[in-house]
């Protein structure tokens, strides 16, 4: 069965340039989070959504970072102006049901991100 | 503030040896703990544990929950090269992930 698939693998980058990463969650999955992954901050949960609906989007750093997820076999995360802040490997992950289901959660390969 | 603890932070063995990794937690709501191992890429799911006491084994690694104490351990016994990795625990409440434990296991 094929997992969450995150595109791009790699993003290099300009400060103040546009960036979109893609997620394909498993099919039939009804929850996407994404995460990003930092040495100095280790793993965040950024938002979730279920059934396609943000839930909770607490976790955004700034208004800078926006997602979607127009159907439910495709999320897009986005960052306009990117900082080199923003550098981090950014994760997709899916799960069927959410935190009462105790399903556990799929992670995708993730996107390395590089803002220069 | 909700919060997840895990020591050692790092782990120098030899194959074969037996670990116990720590995972404290302060969260509210708590449902459930997880457990994953993380090598080059992304996480993977190794144990999630709900109920206290019971353990949960896959080979040779095991892992409990004591919900009264609010932490969890995990076990891995006759440790090989290939268990070299962070292992990662998370508060299933919102998912807030602790620092990581990262194993190294000499040959």
């Known amino acids: ?116 | 503030e909700d919060k997840v603890v895990q020591s050692p932070l790092s782990l120098v063995v030899h194959e074969g040896d037996t670990v116990t990794l720590n995972c404290s937690y302060e969260v509210t709501n708590f449902r459930s703990l997880l457990w994953y191992k993380q090598e080059k890429k992304a996480p993977t799911f190794l144990f999630m544990l709900t109920s206290s006491g019971i353990e949960k084994k896959s080979g040779r690694l095991s892992s409990i929950l004591d919900k009264k104490e609010l932490f969890s351990i995990l076990n891995i016994t006759a440790t090989q090269t290939g268990d070299s990795a962070v292992y990662l625990c998370a508060a299933h409440n919102d998912m807030r992930f602790g620092a990581g434990t990262r194993l190294t296991v000499k040959p």
């Not at chain 1, 040495?39 to 979607?68: C, H, Q, T, W």
Request: charged share 20%.
């Open chain 1, 1 to 116: 069965d094929a997992g969450v698939i995150q595109s791009p693998r790699h993003e290099v980058t300009e400060m103040g340039q546009e960036v979109t990463l893609r997620c394909k969650p498993i099919s039939g999955h009804d929850y996407l989070f994404w995460y990003r992954q930092t040495m100095m901050r280790g793993l965040e949960l950024l938002i979730y959504f279920n059934n396609n609906v943000p839930i909770d989007d607490s976790g955004m750093p700034e208004d800078r970072f926006s997602a979607k997820m127009p159907n439910a076999s495709f999320s897009t995360l986005k960052i306009q102006p990117s900082e080199p802040r923003d550098s981090a490997v950014y994760f997709c992950a899916s799960s069927l049901g959410g935190w009462g289901s105790n399903q556990p959660q799929h992670f995708g390969d993730g996107t390395r991100l590089s803002i220069l």
